[in-house]
Every structure is written in structure tokens, then in C-alpha cells.
């Protein structure tokens, strides 16, 4: 039997991309005969008439899947959940649906499989119109977690990748909610391979991430993979008292050795209170971080519902 290879691709308002996305799945795939292909297209409850695109598009072509989520629950979950029912695939490649990335680099993700690779990781070298913001943030966020963490996590890496079935496999036991999909990925390792790619622009809508969005993401992300901001806190409070303990004694021997008094008790006071209680409110806001997500997760709600499926039956 041919092997098979599934394509995942979430969905969040990309009405207007589908079908020319389609159209450029079927010119790559139609050219690779000998393995059996599956469109496995994720609608993460889109606003828009993503679903009935889909729909339309899976009734003509029997190799194109969906699955419809019940609500929005994100692209992390959205990738999971394809990923998720593509577990009897020998590969599985992860793509998004608004064009930025060429489905006609997937022959390349394909190669390098056929050689050896389980992860084939694509990494933008530039996208059109990519807001300079935008930018800085994601070279922050990459050389932060990359110093707090156990792991590295690729700079400029996308979604746009290849896994392996046993990567896919291995990927089913990672049970966190609060998750960053690629960062999952990379933490659990195995033979991975680098492709550099130029990101196209959109070509309709706008970025489904919001910068709160992609604020959130970093900050849950950190929080997942670290415990260096509990650290921090800590550092942060034996400096902050040794600080203070130091200005209280330079502040008590200046009143001490000089006739004219320089600094009154209630000032002092105030200025010790003051560090010992910004340095209690940074504590107790991450900690509260850390505990939010022991509660998301000692709730244990499912990662996502689904409300239909369309062509699973050969599954």
C-alpha cells in the first residue's frame, strides 16, 4: 500500500483563500503519485462561511476532510486536533490556510523526510509587509525563551512543517492546555531538519493573532516551559532587600553622624516599604500565573470539542 501523508491546515476566517489554496494543494500532491493524500481542514469556528467553503469543496473531492470545531478555540488547539486524527498517517504536514506559506514547498519538506528527517522545520528568512512591531516581538520572545528554558526553540520557525508518524505519535501524549503547538514540538526533539523559505503576504483578511494574542501566547508559553520567573522573584527579592537593607543603614548613619538631620523616620519608612512591597505584588502576580494554569489543568475539560465531521468514514 502507498504511504500516506496528511495535510493539516486550521481555519479561522479564510473564506476567500480555500479554494485557490486547494487548487495549489492539488497541482504539488498530483505531481508525488506514490504516496495516498488527505486534506485534513481544522474550521476553529470561524465567523465567516469558511465551513460551507469547506463543505463544498469536500463534497467534490473525497480526500478532503473537516472538522469542525464547536466553537474558536485557537490555532494551538485547532492544529492539535488535526493532528490528533491524522495518527494513522505515515506524515503529517502542518499548513496555514492564508497562503504565507507556499504549498509549493512541500516537494522540499517531502525530500527531506524520504532522507532521514521526522521533523522538517520551515524558517522564514522575511515576510511581506510584516509589521516592524511584529517583528522585534517575535526576536524577543525567541531569545527570552531560548534563555529561560530547557530547550531551544527555533528563531523564525513556523507551523509550516513535516512530522513524522512517530513524532505524531509521541505528540499524543502531551496533555497541557495552555500550549504553544511548535514549542511542544520542539521540546520533544528528534531528528529535525531546517528549511529557510521567504513568507508570502496575505493574500485576503487580516492576521487572525491580535498582538493581546500573541502577548498572551508568550507569556503562557514562558510560564510552560520555565521556572525562571518564579526564580526571578526570588533573585529579585534578595536583591531588593540586601537594596534597601543598605540605603535603611546609609539613610539611619546619616542622621547619626551629622548634626542636622537629613532624613526624617516617616521617610525611612516609607522608602522600605515601598521596595519590600513592589517586590510582594511581582511575586503574587506570577505566582498567580502559575497557579492559573494548575487550575486549568486540575479542571480538566477537553482540549477541544467537535461538532461535525465531514469524510472521516475511511478513517
Given at each position: 500500500?502507498?504511504?500516506?501523508?496528511?495535510?493539516?491546515?486550521?481555519?479561522?476566517?479564510?473564506?476567500?483563500?480555500?479554494?485557490?489554496?486547494?487548487?495549489?494543494?492539488?497541482?504539488?500532491?498530483?505531481?508525488?503519485?506514490?504516496?495516498?493524500?488527505?486534506?485534513?481542514?481544522?474550521?476553529?469556528?470561524?465567523?465567516?462561511?469558511?465551513?460551507?467553503?469547506?463543505?463544498?469543496?469536500?463534497?467534490?473531492?473525497?480526500?478532503?476532510?473537516?472538522?469542525?470545531?464547536?466553537?474558536?478555540?485557537?490555532?494551538?488547539?485547532?492544529?492539535?486536533?488535526?493532528?490528533?486524527?491524522?495518527?494513522?498517517?505515515?506524515?503529517?504536514?502542518?499548513?496555514?490556510?492564508?497562503?504565507?506559506?507556499?504549498?509549493?514547498?512541500?516537494?522540499?519538506?517531502?525530500?527531506?523526510?524520504?532522507?532521514?528527517?521526522?521533523?522538517?522545520?520551515?524558517?522564514?528568512?522575511?515576510?511581506?509587509?510584516?509589521?516592524?512591531?511584529?517583528?522585534?516581538?517575535?526576536?524577543?520572545?525567541?531569545?527570552?525563551?531560548?534563555?529561560?528554558?530547557?530547550?531551544?526553540?527555533?528563531?523564525?520557525?513556523?507551523?509550516?512543517?513535516?512530522?513524522?508518524?512517530?513524532?505524531?505519535?509521541?505528540?499524543?501524549?502531551?496533555?497541557?492546555?495552555?500550549?504553544?503547538?511548535?514549542?511542544?514540538?520542539?521540546?520533544?526533539?528528534?531528528?529535525?531538519?531546517?528549511?529557510?523559505?521567504?513568507?508570502?503576504?496575505?493574500?485576503?483578511?487580516?492576521?487572525?493573532?491580535?498582538?493581546?494574542?500573541?502577548?498572551?501566547?508568550?507569556?503562557?508559553?514562558?510560564?510552560?516551559?520555565?521556572?525562571?520567573?518564579?526564580?526571578?522573584?526570588?533573585?529579585?527579592?534578595?536583591?531588593?532587600?540586601?537594596?534597601?537593607?543598605?540605603?535603611?543603614?546609609?539613610?539611619?548613619?546619616?542622621?547619626?553622624?551629622?548634626?542636622?538631620?537629613?532624613?526624617?523616620?516617616?521617610?525611612?519608612?516609607?522608602?522600605?516599604?515601598?521596595?519590600?512591597?513592589?517586590?510582594?505584588?511581582?511575586?503574587?502576580?506570577?505566582?498567580?500565573?502559575?497557579?492559573?494554569?494548575?487550575?486549568?489543568?486540575?479542571?480538566?475539560?477537553?482540549?477541544?470539542?467537535?461538532?461535525e465531521k465531514i469524510n472521516f468514514e475511511s478513517l
Amino acid at each position: 500500500m502507498a504511504k500516506k501523508i496528511a495535510i493539516v491546515i486550521p481555519v479561522y476566517r479564510e473564506a476567500k483563500s480555500l479554494q485557490s489554496l486547494y487548487q495549489r494543494l492539488e497541482l504539488v500532491t498530483s505531481r508525488f503519485t506514490k504516496y495516498s493524500w488527505e486534506y485534513i481542514f481544522i474550521n476553529d469556528g470561524s465567523p465567516d462561511n469558511s465551513y460551507e467553503v469547506l463543505v463544498a469543496l469536500a463534497v467534490k473531492d473525497p480526500k478532503i476532510k473537516v472538522l469542525d470545531l464547536s466553537r474558536n478555540f485557537g490555532k494551538e488547539i485547532a492544529l492539535t486536533a488535526g493532528v490528533h486524527e491524522a495518527t494513522s498517517c505515515d506524515a503529517v504536514i502542518c499548513i496555514d490556510a492564508d497562503l504565507q506559506h507556499p504549498p509549493e514547498l512541500i516537494p522540499r519538506l517531502v525530500y527531506a523526510w524520504e532522507e532521514g528527517a521526522e521533523v522538517v522545520v520551515t524558517v522564514r528568512t522575511s515576510t511581506d509587509r510584516e509589521p516592524l512591531l511584529r517583528r522585534w516581538g517575535s526576536s524577543i520572545f525567541y531569545w527570552l525563551i531560548n534563555k529561560v528554558s530547557s530547550f531551544e526553540m527555533i528563531p523564525k520557525a513556523t507551523d509550516f512543517r513535516l512530522y513524522d508518524q512517530k513524532v505524531v505519535l509521541a505528540f499524543e501524549r502531551a496533555t497541557e492546555r495552555e500550549r504553544l503547538f511548535r514549542g511542544i514540538m520542539d521540546w520533544m526533539g528528534f531528528r529535525r531538519v531546517m528549511l529557510e523559505f521567504k513568507a508570502d503576504a496575505r493574500e485576503h483578511g487580516e492576521a487572525g493573532y491580535s498582538y493581546v494574542k500573541l502577548w498572551s501566547l508568550a507569556i503562557n508559553s514562558i510560564t510552560s516551559f520555565s521556572l525562571w520567573p518564579l526564580r526571578l522573584t526570588g533573585y529579585l527579592g534578595v536583591l531588593i532587600t540586601s537594596g534597601s537593607g543598605l540605603l535603611l543603614l546609609w539613610m539611619v548613619g546619616n542622621n547619626l553622624l551629622t548634626s542636622k538631620t537629613l532624613y526624617t523616620p516617616l521617610a525611612i519608612v516609607v522608602v522600605v516599604n515601598t521596595f519590600l512591597i513592589g517586590i510582594v505584588l511581582m511575586a503574587v502576580g506570577l505566582v498567580a500565573l502559575y497557579i492559573g494554569t494548575i487550575h486549568t489543568e486540575v479542571i480538566n475539560r477537553p482540549l477541544y470539542l467537535i461538532r461535525e465531521k465531514i469524510n472521516f468514514e475511511s478513517l
